[in-house]
């Protein structure tokens, strides 16, 4: 049986030992006794508290601190994520990421524009340790922006696998996943990196630090 230690410890971007990380996560779970009921509020406040945003920084460690991410109350999926798995290791679950290549057919006009591609690589969420198995959990699109742009939300019981659904809520093609690409006990920095350049090439990815390399103030 693998060892449950390493996703448990804190890491330099997981940092499930910071002040802001564990005061947040024993305020959401104050009172609630069941591990899957702990999974639960935190999978939905990194849900739909953290808004998401895919021009988020992203070429540095620091752009993935979890404590930072809670601050800054937004991030794209792999931030959004890493700061999941900071509040449950916090309160002791075991949670790894997963990363995985997926088509997004209903991507906004200016991002496919940048990327040059509906191919998202890699794209990043949680397995989260509950009652002997592991259980993908996916934070990443908030309720708000779901129904704005009629996505049909992710839901998460602590049960059952909880990824992006295949249609949107027009019944037309929106998520469709390629390729699994593992699991980490942390941000594999260089690997998300070589594979963004793979994806959108080395010219666009230099242009996106620059124009996106910076967090927006709030």
Same mark, same amino acid.
């Given at each position: 049986m693998e060892t449950m230690e390493k996703y448990l410890k804190p890491t330099l971007t997981i940092d499930c030992d910071a002040k802001s990380i564990k005061e947040m996560a024993q305020d959401l779970t104050r009172g609630r006794e069941e591990t899957t009921e702990k999974a639960r509020v935190l999978f939905y406040f990194v849900r739909d508290e953290i808004k998401y945003n895919p021009y988020s920084p992203f070429h540095l460690l620091?752009?993935? =601190?979890?404590?930072?991410?809670?601050? =800054? !109350?937004?991030?794209?999926? $792999?931030?959004?994520? $890493?700061?999941?798995?900071?509040?449950?290791?916090? $309160?002791?679950?075991?949670? !790894?990421? !997963?990363f995985a290549r997926l088509r997004n057919h209903h991507l906004p006009p200016k991002a496919l524009t940048l990327l040059g591609t509906n191919v998202m690589s890699p794209h990043g969420y949680d397995e989260l340790y509950i009652n002997g198995k592991w259980i993908k959990a996916t934070p990443t699109f908030d309720l708000k922006m779901c129904l704005e742009n009629r996505i049909i939300p992710v839901e998460f019981d602590s049960t059952s696998d909880a990824t992006f659904h295949p249609y949107n809520q027009d019944g037309k093609l929106h998520i469709e996943y390629i390729e699994d690409c593992g699991y980490y006990p942390d941000i594999p920095l260089d690997k998300i990196l070589s594979a963004w350049v793979q994806a959108y090439g080395s010219e666009r990815v230099e242009w996106y630090k620059v124009n996106f390399g910076k967090p927006r103030q709030h």
């Open positions: 620091e752009h993935y =601190r979890a404590s930072t991410i809670l601050s =800054r !109350r937004e991030g794209y999926c $792999v931030q959004k994520a $890493v700061l999941l798995a900071a509040l449950a290791r916090a $309160v002791d679950i075991p949670t !790894r990421l !997963r």
